[in-house]
Every structure is written in structure tokens, then in C-alpha cells.
């Protein structure tokens, strides 16, 4: 399956800042998912990303595919409290293969 | 009406005995899944079935054998426990094919002691 990184692997953000995620492959994706997990919780679906170049924006939320699809970001702007939680990219194959997903904490 | 259920929640058990985690999906999806979560969050697919045929077969120990008996259940037996089979196992399922997204369920944290 295909591999993918991501970085950083923590950040910590005050809150209203904005911060981006990277989610980087050496091999061309055909679509690439991004999930949400809070702490305690389950992966939650976010979206997915298929074209290249493509960027999708769920409210303050802003999903970027690259033109040679081999990489993807998340982009959150004025973060909140309720942004907290791991985010992971996944290639989606014949699988979903995760990344090691950036965990994310909200300084008030 | 919750969409995919697992049970149980939570499972502490000794090392060498056996164990089973039970999977339902209510989505009418055709394909379900198992993923092992350990201590750093990091997600490895371990089975997947397609209306009840295997699809998938990570590199697992033998010791873990999956059970699909109609397409919207998927079982996993682990017989013999060992302390590193401790981590969260999430059941996920999602239509046939790739362009889809995964739900997963809320996961059984499994502690071998």
C-alpha cells in the first residue's frame, strides 16, 4: 500500500491562530482522505480529495491536494477549542493506509 | 441507531486466553474492515471483507482470525493473547469501492495484563 507522511506530528496552537498540516507521499496518490479523531474518540471523516490541484473548504477548514498529487494539506484558520484532536490523512488505494496523523492541542 | 457498533467498549483480559470482539454495521455498506490502534495512534489495517469474502489479510499473526457471517457483521477472534496485542481495535466499514469514506465504530480498547 501506499505511504504517507505527516508532519509535524504535534502542534500546539493559541487560540484564533491559524496552523497547517502536510500530508506527504513519495508516489502519486489517486485520492487522498482526511479523517478527524478526538482524544478518547473514533476517526471521523472529513473529506476526500481526488483531482489534482483540488481544495476543498468545510467552514474554517481548508483541504488542499497538490498538482502532482503527491502531497496534501489542512489548513484551519482562528482555531478553537473544539479543533483538538488528531487529524490524519489516509491514501486511499485498494486501501486506506494512514498516516501517523498531527495531534493537535488548543492553548485558550 | 448507531452505525457501526462494537462490543465491547472496553476488554481486560490475561495473557494466553482468548478473546472475540463483535462488529455490526446498519449502513448497508458491502465492505467492512478491522484497524489496530497502538499507544502512539498510529492506524494499520489488519482484515478487510467484501460482502463476506476476504479481501484483505495484513501481515497479522495467525492468531487473529476474522469472521464475516453476512455482510453486515465482522467478528475478530484472538486466541492466545499476548501483552503487545494491547491497543484500540476499531471496526470500520464503507460502500464497494475506493471513492468512499470509512465510519468507523467507537472501538474496543484491549488491555492484556
Known amino acids: 500500500g501506499q505511504q504517507v507522511m505527516q508532519i509535524p506530528q504535534y502542534q500546539h496552537v493559541q487560540e484564533g491562530e491559524d496552523f497547517t498540516t502536510y500530508c506527504n507521499s513519495s508516489?502519486?496518490?489517486?485520492?487522498i482522505q482526511w479523517y478527524k479523531q478526538r482524544p478518547g474518540g473514533h476517526p471521523v471523516f472529513l473529506i476526500q480529495l481526488v483531482k489534482s490541484g483540488e481544495v476543498k473548504k468545510q467552514k474554517r477548514l481548508t483541504f488542499q491536494f497538490g498538482e502532482a498529487k503527491k502531497n496534501s494539506s489542512l489548513h484551519i484558520t482562528a482555531t478553537q477549542t473544539t479543533d483538538v484532536g488528531t487529524y490524519f490523512c489516509a491514501a486511499n488505494d485498494y486501501k486506506l493506509s494512514f498516516g501517523a496523523g498531527t495531534t493537535v492541542t488548543v492553548r485558550a | 441507531d448507531t452505525a457501526v457498533s462494537q462490543t465491547p467498549k472496553y476488554l481486560v483480559t490475561q495473557m494466553g486466553n482468548d478473546k472475540s470482539i463483535k462488529c455490526e454495521q446498519n449502513?448497508?455498506?458491502?465492505?467492512m474492515y478491522w484497524y489496530k490502534q497502538d499507544s502512539k495512534k498510529f492506524l494499520k489495517i489488519m482484515f478487510s471483507?467484501?460482502?463476506?469474502?476476504?479481501?484483505i489479510n495484513e501481515t497479522v499473526p495467525n492468531r487473529f482470525s476474522p469472521k464475516s457471517p453476512d455482510k453486515a457483521h465482522l467478528n475478530l477472534h484472538i486466541n492466545s493473547l499476548e501483552l503487545g496485542d494491547s491497543a484500540v481495535y476499531f471496526c470500520?466499514?464503507?460502500?464497494?469501492?475506493?471513492?468512499?469514506?470509512?465510519?468507523f465504530g467507537s472501538g474496543t480498547r484491549l488491555t492484556v495484563v
Open positions: 449502513l448497508g455498506h458491502d465492505t
Open positions: 508516489t502519486t496518490l489517486s485520492n
Open positions: 471483507y467484501n460482502n463476506k469474502e476476504l479481501i
Open positions: 470500520a466499514s464503507s460502500p464497494r469501492g475506493s471513492m468512499y469514506g470509512y465510519t
